[in-house]
């Protein structure tokens, strides 16, 4: 196991990679190139700058998050093909400045969605939230206007320059249905799983967040019946998965151990952190399992048992405490909060065993 943190960069992240090399136990950063649309070929340059900044600071960078993966490939349309030729190099490139582990994920048109990036706590902290009632009948433009006029535009996917095109986007995926989008996931694997057999490099799918369709758009990646298909439809042991407990862990219908039970073997990257289920809506809790529905020690238990080869691991989205302002989930204080208690559970797992 490898404890790590996401970092997002030199002047996009409010977290330094000092603060970061102190945390105990963290010994790396999950970093990206964030500033390269998706589609576009990771040059090697730019990955061996950010890997030696990394490694100046005594931290590891084996593990990115995330290559993302274009809309053009997940729609299956002839730009998708020219996307894909690039991600074969960004992969032949990653694998170059020694990354094991890539973290990408197949939500159409958005990522992550939350509609509160500050709620209020009864211990005066503030959590990210997601209440269905915010979205159902709501079009993405409503959802936009309302961000504009907050003036919250954190969330990945929902950046104003795309405001534009998200017409366009949502008209190019009318009709798309789950499997037609389950063709296209396998297509992108099944195109890119030789040169990762070549490089060593092993692509971990992350989760739905949250794990249902949203929009009217389609979402493959939600549940235990999701991952059998994944792992049958492309058997090589590339094709593994980033175990968000978060996300999976937002709806009550996926039991998390069993499925790492389950899928150990194939579970690469786990992003950990703990949610408040409730229906129709859930909010984000600190790390510890008394703060939410999950049972955080059976989960780390079960990756201990089953996933015993190395699994990168994360601290997820953290709350907003001691008055701290950065990124929504991803600030210093509760993500290095989340690390200490993780790292307990994986000693008492450990030597428990
Ligand atoms: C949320 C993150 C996701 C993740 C992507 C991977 O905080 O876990 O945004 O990075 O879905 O492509």
């Known amino acids: 196991m490898q404890m790590t943190l996401r970092w997002f960069g030199n002047g996009l992240d409010t977290v330094t990679l000092d603060q970061i090399r102190q945390i105990p136990g963290v010994v790396g950063v999950v970093p990206a190139l964030h500033d390269l ?5 990771w040059p090697l340059e730019r990955l061996q700058a950010l890997r030696d900044t990394v490694h100046a600071a005594g931290l590891t960078m084996e593990c990115i998050e995330s290559v993302n993966v274009s809309d053009d490939i997940k729609l299956g349309n002839a730009t998708g093909q020219k996307h894909i030729q690039n991600y074969i190099e960004s992969i032949r490139n990653c694998a170059a400045v020694g990354v094991k582990v890539i973290c990408y994920n197949f939500m159409p048109v958005f990522d992550w969605t939350r509609t509160d990036m500050a709620m209020p706590l009864s211990d005066g902290s503030t959590c990210l939230c997601y209440d269905a009632k915010h979205v159902e009948g709501k079009s993405p433009e409503d959802i936009f206007r309302e961000l504009s006029e907050s003036g919250d535009f954190a969330m990945p996917g929902w950046e104003p320059f ?3 095109t998200i017409k366009a986007l949502f008209a190019a995926y009318k009709g798309v249905t789950a499997d037609d989008l389950r063709a296209n996931l396998k297509a992108f694997l099944d195109a890119i799983t030789p040169v990762c057999e070549e490089c060593g490099v092993k692509m971990a799918i992350h989760p739905d967040d949250p794990p249902w369709p949203i929009f009217g758009l389609p979402r493959i990646l939600s ?4 991952l059998r298909w994944l792992f049958s439809a492309v058997p090589s042991e590339m094709n593994g998965s980033t175990f968000c407990t978060g996300s999976f862990g937002a709806g009550s219908f996926n039991d ?3 499925m790492i039970r389950e899928f150990g073997p194939r579970i690469y990257f786990a992003h950990l952190r703990n949610v408040e289920q409730r229906p129709g809506w859930f909010n984000e809790t ?3 399992s008394s703060a939410g529905s999950l049972d955080m020690y059976a989960i780390v238990k079960a990756l201990h048992d ?4 190395w699994v990168f691991v994360r601290p997820d989205h953290g709350r907003m405490l001691w008055g701290e302002t950065a990124r929504p989930g991803y600030g210093l204080y509760d993500r290095a909060l989340g690390a200490a208690y993780l790292n307990g559970l994986f000693e008492a797992v450990e030597k428990g065993s």
Not at 37 to 41: D, I, K, L, Q
């Open 306 to 309: 089953c996933a015993p080869h």
């Open 256 to 258: 998390l151990p069993a």
């Open 286 to 288: 600190a790390h510890l």
């Open 223 to 226: 549940t235990a019946d999701d």
């Open 162 to 164: 795309r405001i534009p």
């Open 37 to 41: 649309p998706a589609g576009e070929v």
